[in-house]
């Protein structure tokens, strides 16, 4: 009961912590700004996922969070990527 | 939890649709995809939610980013 009601307080600050580390993404004034509010609220999520797994005692839970630990890496690599190159054009 | 997703869904797809830089537009899609992966998860549907996270993430992203790096940059 109580570890229940544990888990669902952590479950509520952690998305209240990633709700707040979206200003940045919203209203960052550069984009550097912003895909470090992206990767900041990424790892928030992830440790939903993997709280919610520990909760529920699931394997494919853990899965979730997995896949988009990798998937997430790649997105944020390309952005990069795509930063770098317009940064050395001279924009 | 599932009323706060998904009133942070509404304001991510409002702003998404509404932003003229093409560039935050893909970042803003991004956090999207991540936040409806985590409904999903929350609803109890592990299997979207990996396709979600899998697709959304990384896959649109990048394809995403790849046609705006060939075509232009803002919006006219």
């Known amino acids: ?91 | 939890m599932i009323e706060i997703l998904l009133l942070v869904h509404l304001i991510l797809a409002i702003l998404v649709l509404s932003i003229r830089s093409l560039f935050t537009a893909v970042i803003l899609m991004a956090i999207f995809s991540l936040f409806s992966a985590v409904l999903f998860f929350v609803l109890h549907a592990p299997d979207v939610a990996l396709t979600e996270a899998a697709v959304g993430a990384g896959v649109s992203t990048f394809l995403y980013i790849w046609i705006v790096k060939r075509t232009q940059k803002e919006v006219k």
């Open chain 1, 1 to 91: 009961m109580t570890t229940t009601l544990a888990f669902d307080l952590i479950g509520y600050l952690f998305v209240a912590s990633s709700v707040v580390s979206l200003y940045r993404v919203l209203w960052g004034p550069t984009i550097p700004d912003r895909l470090l509010g992206l990767n900041v609220a990424s790892a928030q999520i992830l440790a939903i996922l993997v709280l919610y797994a520990a909760k529920e005692k699931l394997h494919v839970y853990l899965d979730v969070a997995l896949v988009y630990d990798i998937f997430g890496f790649v997105g944020i690599l390309a952005l990069t990527k795509f930063l770098e190159k317009r940064h050395r054009k001279g924009e």
